[in-house]
């Protein structure tokens, strides 16, 4: 501000000799000298703003000139890794993913070479696959893959499918899926044909048709870990996991309890050592240990229930059906002993009604039987009375003449 009075002052001092100089000099001259002035007090005008954009521009490259000084430490430090840790509180506030407590961090070379073999261990994966249309009559599922280009994925390849995202909580079934294990069938540059492996149900059918997309398919089941979780705290973990399973990825790692199996213990020694099941009484220390999961086996075995349930199933149906028809054909042969019996009844009432007959029949038949013989032994005695009587008739008669024994008086 006091630089500029000085040039306005400079200037009407200039007017004022170039007013008082003009009474001796030719116009031009003044003139000349007033441009002078102006262009002298331009070139101070410009050369102390240059002088200041100067400051400001060296002042800048400086601060520059650190931050990349402090970049390139960074980037070395990202790309040899490092040690230092100065450097390592640097990148922990540019927000850079650096474990809790780390002492050093590794170089790309490092993570490069245990990114492949995690990748070589998990096998291939091909995400944001998108559906391209399902049938539940067959089950068979086509899809395209965004990249890589081509896809690299060949016929007859078993591969598991999976909703990509994370999971939801506290309900995981209403967040990401696995949708289950499929063959291709037909494979393109960037678009495949999948066919269930496993016979789907009505539910997994609706799910894979309402499922909208953003699929990853892998070429191996994802394996459990250990490590998976290592390094998260209780509330980390409780919003990840769901509460049926949560508690044994807290008590990872933590003592023992009375009530733990030999199925969650671990054994180490004094040195940190792992010791084995025969020597677990010999353990320095007894730590407990989640039961790692092999998904695959799981699933084949899960698989292998429901195929057995579903027979069972089938054949309860078909016993039941079975006994439908046996059950309609007893009440038929029911039906018909029932009228048999009815019949029979009206034929035991016949019969019994005869017999009553013929025993009244069979009665009177005794009686006059049992009078015949009395009859009879009567007329038998009266018979040999007879004969009694004419033999001693005989014997009296034996010297006259007769004419026969049969001979009847007159």
Do not use: C
Request: no cysteine; charged share 25%.
């Amino acid at each position: 501000m006091i630089i500029w009075i000085v040039i306005l002052l400079l200037f009407v001092a200039s007017i004022v000799a170039a007013y008082f100089g003009a009474r001796y000099w030719h116009w031009a001259h003044v003139t000349l000298v007033v441009l002078i002035f102006l262009s002298a007090v331009g070139f101070f005008v410009l050369a102390s703003e240059t002088l200041r954009i100067n400051a400001v521009l060296r002042k800048q490259v400086n601060a520059l000139d650190t931050q990349l000084a402090q970049v390139k430490a960074n980037t070395e430090a990202l790309d040899r890794g490092t040690k230092n840790s100065q450097v390592i509180n640097q990148l922990l506030g540019l927000e850079v993913h650096i474990p809790e407590e780390a002492e050093s961090i590794p170089s790309l070379n490092d993570l490069d070479h245990r990114l492949h073999l995690a990748t070589r261990l998990r096998g291939r994966v091909w995400r944001k696959v998108a559906p391209a249309g399902f049938d539940p009559q067959t089950g068979t599922v086509t899809v395209t893959i965004e990249s890589p280009q081509p896809s690299g994925i060949e016929a007859d390849k078993i591969l598991f499918l999976f909703e990509d995202g994370p999971p939801a909580h506290p309900d995981p079934t209403q967040g990401p899926q696995y949708l289950g294990e499929f063959r291709v069938k037909e494979a393109a540059a960037q678009q495949a044909t999948l066919v269930t492996v496993n016979e789907l149900d009505d539910y997994e059918k609706q799910r894979l048709a309402k499922s909208p997309g953003n699929w990853a398919l892998y070429e191996t089941m994802p394996i459990d870990q250990l490590e998976i979780f290592a390094g998260l705290n209780e509330e980390q973990l409780r919003k990840l996991l769901p509460e049926a399973s949560v508690e044994e990825y807290i008590r990872q790692g933590t003592p023992v309890g009375p009530d733990d199996d030999e199925w969650h213990t671990a054994g180490f020694d004094e040195e940190g050592n792992p010791v084995g099941p025969e020597n677990i009484d010999k353990a320095a220390k007894k730590l407990y240990q989640r039961r790692v999961r092999d998904y695959a086996i799981d699933f084949a075995e899960l698989n292998r229930r429901r195929v057995v349930l579903l027979a069972s199933i089938a054949a309860v149906m078909q016993d039941n059906e079975r006994l439908k028809a046996a059950l309609a054909s007893a009440e038929k042969l029911e039906a018909f002993r029932v009228e048999e019996q009815r019949k029979l009844k009206i034929d035991l009432a016949g019969v019994t009604k005869e017999r009553q007959i013929i025993e009244q029949h069979l009665a009177t038949v005794q009686q006059q039987l049992a009078n015949a013989r009395k009859l009879l032994g009567q007329a038998i005695a009266e018979n040999r009375r007879l004969a009694d009587d004419l033999a001693r008739r005989g014997e009296r008669s034996s010297a006259a003449p007769a004419d026969g024994p049969l001979a009847v008086r007159q």
